[in-house]
């Protein structure tokens, strides 16, 4: 892997989790060439590397798209907490939750493709690790994310994130008994939420674009 990574060499062939058939060599070139400029042609990337890309830096929930690329649970390790750096592997898996749909995925394979996604997005949101978000948490990151909408007012942000926090309480809180006491957003009950909505298309990373290459540095 290491020789593989060197400037000018071909990418290493992608492990079978991380990409399906379909990528072309040439996509995983694209993204090869694009861990080269995020790692200045180094073996590894590190936070930091994050920190010249123009997308990124006025993007409201940027230091949780950052963490989520160093988050063990999305690396698929058996342990947990953050990577001090990932090698060109490691950034294929995790850019392997953004892949299209394949035409010819069946029900099965649509549900564990959606599944994948939504996990990933869950560990954005339960930024301490414990497996549950809590009303509240969720609120925030809702705000944190309309905050970036220049033709929305914080006030309309605040309304929007309250009304989600509310329905996400009606999912959770509203299934329980009398006597359970409520402890946080479950992955399962985060599946609910997200029921209906095309979670499938519209995950991307515009700042990967190889378009930016002129402006990173």
């Known amino acids: 892997l290491g020789a ?7 990418p290493p062939s992608p492990s079978p989790l991380c990409f399906p058939p ?19 042609d ?14 990124l830096e006025f993007n409201p929930i940027r230091g949780k798209i950052v963490h989520a690329f160093f988050d063990k649970r999305n690396l698929r390790q058996e342990s947990d907490g953050l990577a001090d750096e ?32 939504l996990k ?14 809590t009303l509240q948490e969720y609120r925030n990151v809702v705000e944190e994310l309309l905050s970036g909408n220049p033709h929305l007012e914080k006030e309309s942000a605040r309304s929007i994130a309250d009304g ?3 329905e996400a309480a009606s999912i959770c809180v509203g299934q329980m008994g009398p006597d359970q006491v409520y402890e946080g957003i479950t992955f399962e009950d985060f ?11 519209k995950m991307h990373v515009r700042f990967l674009n190889m378009e930016t290459i002129a402006h990173c540095y």
């Not at 072309?24 to 070139?29: A, G, L, N, P, V």
């Not at 990933?120 to 978000?133: A, N, Q, W």
Request: charged share 30%.
């Open 4 to 10: 593989a990574l060197c400037p000018g060499s071909s």
């Open 22 to 40: 379909t990528v072309t060599s040439e996509q995983i070139e694209h993204l090869h060439r694009r861990f080269k400029q995020l790692s200045r």
């Open 42 to 55: 180094q073996l590894t990337i590190r936070k930091e590397n994050f920190d010249s890309i123009p997308d």
């Open 86 to 117: 990932i090698n060109f592997e490691d950034f294929l898996t995790i850019m392997s939750y953004f892949r299209p749909i394949e035409m010819n995925m069946d029900e099965e394979q649509l549900d564990r493709f959606r599944k994948e996604k």
């Open 120 to 133: 990933f997005l869950f560990h954005m949101y339960d930024s301490d690790h414990d497996g549950k978000i």
């Open 164 to 166: 989600a926090m509310m």
């Open 191 to 201: 599946l609910k939420m997200w029921q209906g909505i095309d979670i499938e298309t």
